[in-house]
């Protein structure tokens, strides 16, 4: 019996749902019925977050990178889970590898990297038998852009295990989506002038002609959550970013 797309009564847990792309997915899912727990680390923005995205949402407020605080979160779990977007997000790890400082490419694994597969070792007893799992790691994993190096490592890891582990989980599904340039929150920290004149350039020389929105990789997720068909798949949402144009 083929199962059904609804998300009508699907409990669907989104970590690092407060801004961005993580509170996108947690939108999107929310308005088509499910059941929404968001999670992140400061009660405030989780608050605002949840208060956004109205519905039947939920926040709770967790560090992604604790494991005590994960496995708290999970254990606490009465219901099973039948989705989980990983949208937990880190910068720490970038730069020419010439001066690298090794210290902060570590910094990156543990913000991103190990998170993600300590929240799924977690979630594994308290996942649906006919479960999603959803990675957001980033494009930079298998671009090639002078300084992405580190970036390239711990995405690229996360993208390595998405086949193993949809064959080794299954029937559980497990999937990826690997986001462009997209603009959100995690820009912040950039100057505006100095964020305006970098989207620009890269709008340039990006097929579509711009960067992304938030909302168009949340429909990539739903994509992935919805269709129970579709596993063991990584799928770049980077307006053509990664393809030889030729210009």
């Known amino acids: 019996m083929a199962l059904s797309r609804s998300l009508h009564g699907r409990r669907v847990v989104v970590m690092g749902g407060t801004s961005g792309i993580g509170e996108a997915t947690a939108a999107l899912l929310a308005a088509d019925g499910a059941e929404v727990v968001v999670t992140g680390r400061d009660r405030a ?3 605002a977050a949840v208060e956004r995205i109205g519905e039947k949402t939920t ?3 967790l560090d992604g990178a604790n494991q005590a605080e994960v496995a708290e979160f999970f254990a606490a779990s009465a219901e099973p889970i039948d989705h989980l977007v990983l949208a937990l997000s880190g910068a720490a790890g ?8 090794l210290e902060r490419l570590a910094a990156g694994f543990a913000g991103k990297f190990w998170p993600f597969v300590r929240i799924v070792q977690a979630a594994l007893p308290r996942l649906a038998a006919h479960a999603s799992v959803t990675f957001v790691t980033a494009a930079s994993a298998r671009a090639a852009f002078p300084g992405t190096a580190g ?7 996360l993208e390595a ?6 064959v080794e989980l299954a029937p559980i599904r497990v999937n990826a ?3 462009g340039v997209i603009d959100t929150p ?7 002038e100095a964020r305006t004149e970098l989207f620009t350039g890269i709008s340039a020389a990006t097929p579509v002609g711009r960067v992304g929105r938030a909302d168009e990789v949340a429909d990539v997720i739903r994509m992935f959550v919805g269709n ?3 596993t063991g798949t990584v799928i770049d949402c980077t307006g053509g970013a990664n393809l030889a144009t030729g210009r």
Request: proline share 12%; charged share 10%; hydrophobic share 50%.
């Open 45 to 47: 923005r989780l608050d």
């Open 59 to 61: 926040g709770y407020r």
């Open 94 to 101: 970038s730069g020419p590898i010439a001066g690298l400082d």
């Open 151 to 157: 970036l390239a490592a711990i995405n690229g890891a």
């Open 161 to 166: 295990m998405v086949p193993p582990l949809a």
């Open 177 to 179: 989506v690997s986001p």
């Open 186 to 192: 995690w820009w912040d920290a950039i100057p505006s």
């Open 228 to 230: 129970g068909f579709v």
